[in-house]
């Protein structure tokens, strides 16, 4: 007999999933956008005046703080997984500064009349786990009654201002990286709709709870030019993202994109999250394609929204090496292979080749 805990399918309850639930990029901007002058702060090293994955201060001894947030509506049925999905995702953005998460603290929402205190109970475990495995505590937090479910962390990272990375400082003729594969979106879609199949679900799970704790290593090696972690806006966006800000073009080798297993089952039955769409709308104006790129399924997979999504690195060659031994300890041997290079601006922010 099934018990309470288990009958509870979050995604229910939630109107959109994971980093699927971002703004669109277009519409992010005319938010942000103001007029008034923010007091200057010297020390304040990453602020909003870029996109990048948190804001980094200048602790006047070296080392930079790093500061985010990241907080969702359910991505999966299993508050324990749901849990452990959105701390993963809200530390990676100190791993993609170069950084070391030191200390978490909980968002959490919940529909106190509609699931019960048991199952945010087991949201707030599944944070904790995570936090363990990466070895910060979970210091605090605060929660509210609110219409869906929402979890997420705030979370605080040191790093040597030498090794902080941003996401808009690649150069002419650095190479590409993605150290996890895309597609997490429309699995997950599939899964809101009930057709994803027991061994995809756990292969889903496994990636989206997977910490990018390479990204501290990473930061030390200086070679490593500019680095991002790819989430919300796809691996189009992002990378988009890292090209304009630097001023340059990427050129992405679409044949060496991995996908996550099952993805091309799901994306013949239809199972695109509605925020491909938006994140297309924002970033497709940007893409040109190659003759003998499958547009059709690029088109899909490219504005895929990721939870917890792959480093996207950019590198010296020089520094290849070094990466490809640093990838190969973590476990990430599949990721070794450049997926793409950057070139002096083009006509298009991103070129797609086969």
């Known amino acids: 007999m099934e018990t309470e805990q288990e009958e509870i399918k979050l995604t229910r309850y939630s109107h959109s999933a994971g980093c699927g639930c971002k703004i669109a990029p277009a519409l992010l901007q005319e938010i942000l956008k103001t007029d008034d002058q923010q007091p200057q702060d010297g020390r304040l090293l990453v602020g909003n005046s870029s996109n990048d994955d948190a804001a980094a201060y200048d602790l006047g001894n070296g080392t930079a703080l790093i500061s985010t947030t990241d907080f969702f509506m359910p991505i999966v049925d299993d508050p324990f997984d749901f849990g452990r999905i959105a701390a993963a995702n809200a530390i990676s953005d100190v791993y993609a500064m170069g950084g070391r998460p030191v200390m978490a603290i909980a968002i959490l929402g919940w529909p106190v009349n509609a699931l019960p205190a048991a199952a945010a109970r087991q949201v707030l475990e599944g944070g904790r786990a995570v936090c363990a495995q990466a070895r910060i505590p979970l210091a605090g937090g605060h929660s509210i009654d609110s219409p869906e479910p929402i979890f997420g962390l705030a979370v605080s990272g040191l790093c040597g201002i030498a090794n902080l990375k941003r996401n808009n400082t690649a150069q002419v003729g650095d190479v590409l990286f993605l150290t996890k594969p895309i597609g997490v979106g429309i699995l997950s879609t599939a899964q809101k709709r009930g057709l994803l199949s027991p061994e995809h679900r756990e292969i889903l799970v496994n990636q989206l709870t997977q910490l990018n704790s390479v990204g501290e290593q990473l930061g030390s090696i200086p070679g490593v030019t500019a680095m991002t972690d790819v989430t919300g806006f796809g691996l189009g966006g992002h990378l988009a993202e890292m090209a304009e800000g630097s001023g340059l073009t990427a050129e992405l080798y679409y044949s060496r994109l991995?996908?996550?297993?099952?993805?091309?089952?799901?994306?013949?039955?239809?199972?695109?999250?509605?925020?491909?769409?938006?994140?297309?709308?924002s970033c497709g104006s940007k893409i040109s394609f190659e003759a003998g790129v499958d547009v059709m399924e690029a088109f899909s997979m490219l504005p895929d929204p990721q939870t917890n999504g792959g480093l996207l690195i950019a590198a010296d060659a020089d520094a290849v090496d070094e990466i490809i031994d640093l990838l190969k300890q973590h476990g990430l041997a599949d990721f070794v292979t450049p997926i793409g290079k950057m070139i002096a601006k083009q006509e298009k922010v991103i070129l797609v080749k086969a």
């Open 258 to 281: 991995k996908f996550i297993a099952g993805v091309r089952e799901y994306l013949a039955l239809k199972a695109i999250p509605d925020g491909t769409y938006r994140n297309w709308n």
